[in-house]
């Protein structure tokens, strides 16, 4: 039969424009985000984190914004490059019931640049 | 440093066989995460160590699968029989410690299970 994948939204963005990545977390316990890039046949790779005593984080082109009250996350990219094309993750770090850590990924979302 | 290195790249194995994946950790990490990432059900966290020691293994999808992590600079994933569900890419990560650090994933292993 058909096997059914992962739909992962899709944001296309112009080259020189900025991107907005969005990611809803789901435990209100989490005190550590990070956002991961992973481009085709890689591994993720660490962007950039932000802890939950923070609303805002910034690095080299991509800012990141935690919105505790609505468990949200964003990553934005300034002047987005075709190397930017890739699967952005969202990951939050809780402890669990069992008092272990576990970073629990979300879905993706696939970022494509337009030259 | 090279970062986490994980061996083979690519395995293609028939129904059946075992299998077993290979990790090597960031020197001076503690914890070591293995996943496995697949279209249907995205990126799953199987099972992590601490200290060599394995700390959470809720993740493992049945007892075909085991993973150990003899010393700190080794740790393998086994499965075994294999069947054609288990075709993933399997990543291996390690971090400084296991909460509120960032993790460094491998490039990962391809499997394939015909």
């Known amino acids: 039969g058909e096997s059914v994948g992962l739909h992962l939204p899709t944001l296309s963005v112009q080259e020189g424009d900025n991107s907005i990545i969005n990611c809803a977390y789901s435990n209100s316990a989490s005190d550590y985000f990070i956002w991961y890039k992973q481009e085709s046949g890689k591994g993720p790779q660490f962007i950039i984190d932000i802890r939950s005593n923070m609303d805002k984080r910034q690095g080299q082109r991509v800012t990141v914004l935690l919105n505790k009250t609505v468990k949200h996350l964003s990553l934005q990219i300034a002047a987005t490059q075709p190397g930017d094309s890739a699967v952005y993750f969202c990951a939050e770090n809780a402890r669990s019931g069992a008092g272990s850590y576990q970073l629990t990924f979300g879905k993706g979302t696939k970022l494509s640049v337009i030259p | 440093d090279a970062g986490v290195i994980q061996s083979p790249r690519h395995e293609v194995t028939e129904m059946g066989q075992e299998v077993t994946l290979r990790c090597k950790p960031i020197?001076?990490?503690?914890?070591l995460f293995w996943y496995r990432q697949t279209m249907m059900r995205g990126l799953e966290l199987l099972i992590y160590?601490?200290?060599?020691?394995?700390?959470?293994d809720s993740g493992m999808p049945e007892d075909r699968f085991s993973a150990k992590m003899p010393n700190a600079s080794f740790s393998t994933l086994k499965i075994q029989p294999s069947e054609p569900r288990d075709s993933a890419v399997y990543f291996c990560a390690s971090s400084l410690a296991a909460g509120g650090y960032e993790q460094y994933f491998g490039p990962g292993t391809r499997l394939t299970v015909t």
């Open positions: 020197s001076g990490h503690n914890s």
């Open positions: 160590f601490n200290n060599n020691v394995p700390i959470d």
